[in-house]
């Protein structure tokens, strides 16, 4: 992706973070992204393909949260993930646990970009409600999104069925998106947020464990 080409992109994202999708304009976008309005019309042609640009570069984005945290993870040593004195088998669950649940809290920070990036998420889905073109890349982004968390579940829980790790996955990211949205309203504090995430999380692990156990007793 060309520079100028992601310049507009972020600039996108932020103009809507500021001003919502029905706020978004060309003129401040260019003056945002340091581009010409015919810059921006050469590389997206119009307003919709530029809204289905930017939430998958929003989506992209995130993403990359989990991947440089799981990176620093790495690098510090298994200790960092589990804690020190962690017998083996502790590990084996407590590892990908953490894991999962670093990769759902990251998305509940007081940080600028993580601000900005929700809140141009919320945004965007909100529009997809009246714009077909934008559904379909919204529907896209949220099935590779709930069959990344499922398959973070499945190294929690390896023998779960996956239609369960599927179902527990969709429950988890469509709580992320309400407790995200409660959290930017104002309505909910960020503490009872993640808070209320690590519960679900703890709840739908239990629950693929009891699931495993009614499929061995079938």
Known sequence: MS??????????????????????????????AGVSKALIYYHFEDRTGLLRRTLAF????A???????????????PDAV???????????????LRRLEQALLLEL???????????????????AVFDPELRGE???????????????????????????????AERLTALLEGLSARWLNGIL???DARTRMREAIGVEV?????RRHADELE
């Open 3 to 32: 520079d100028r080409r992601t310049a507009i992109l972020e600039a996108a994202a932020t103009v809507i973070a500021r001003r919502g999708v029905r706020g978004l304009r060309v003129e401040e976008l260019a003056v945002e």
């Open 58 to 61: 929003v989506n992209n984005r």
């Open 63 to 77: 993403e990359r949260y989990t991947t440089e945290q799981s990176t620093a993870d790495a690098a510090a040593g």
């Open 82 to 96: 589990t804690g020190p004195g962690t017998t083996t088998g502790d590990a084996l669950t407590a590892g990908p």
């Open 109 to 127: 920070q007081d940080l600028p970009h993580v601000r900005e990036n929700s809140t141009a998420w919320g945004e965007l889905r909100a529009s």
């Open 138 to 168: 919204l529907a896209l982004a949220s099935v590779i999104w709930v069959r990344g968390v499922a398959d973070q579940l499945g190294e929690v829980r390896p023998t779960a069925p996956e239609s369960a790790l599927i179902a527990s």
């Open 189 to 191: 504090p960020l503490a």
């Open 206 to 210: 239990a629950h693929l464990a009891g």
